[in-house]
């Protein structure tokens, strides 16, 4: 019912910024839980930002550094990454869920294919 494609990510080197986008189709972002995930290789998948009617949420570790943002009209997600670090570097997904926003994985039933984000030291 609700398709997520991710867009954005590259390579950067730290202390960079990189703009992520989630276009999402099937349904209104307006009224959905919407969120950011991050998997580096050998790690488990982690929270990293979400946006919802309820406010927003992020993991301590981008506090201050990532904004996560919507655009209603656009029906699209944004994750605004700044002053990068090499420990920023995975694979980042967009995800949603029927439902107020979530720091939980198991929360959200709706994800995309992922974009690769590389911070060079």
């Known amino acids: 019912q609700v398709q997520l494609v991710e867009s954005g990510g590259g390579l950067v080197q730290a202390g960079g910024s990189l703009r992520l986008s989630c276009a999402a189709s099937?349904?209104?972002?307006?009224?959905?839980?919407m969120a950011w995930f991050r998997q580096a290789p050998g790690k488990e998948r982690e929270f990293v930002a979400a946006?919802?009617?309820?406010?927003?949420s992020y993991t301590d570790s981008v506090k201050g550094r990532f904004f996560i943002s919507r655009d209603n009209a656009k029906n699209t997600v944004h994750l605004q990454m700044n002053s990068l670090k090499p420990e920023d570097t995975a694979l980042y997904y967009c995800a949603a869920r029927f439902g107020r926003h979530s720091t939980r994985r198991n929360e959200y039933a709706y994800w995309g294919q992922g974009t690769q984000v590389t911070v060079s030291s």
């Open positions: 946006i919802s009617w309820t406010g927003t």
């Open positions: 099937g349904r209104s972002i307006s009224n959905l839980g």
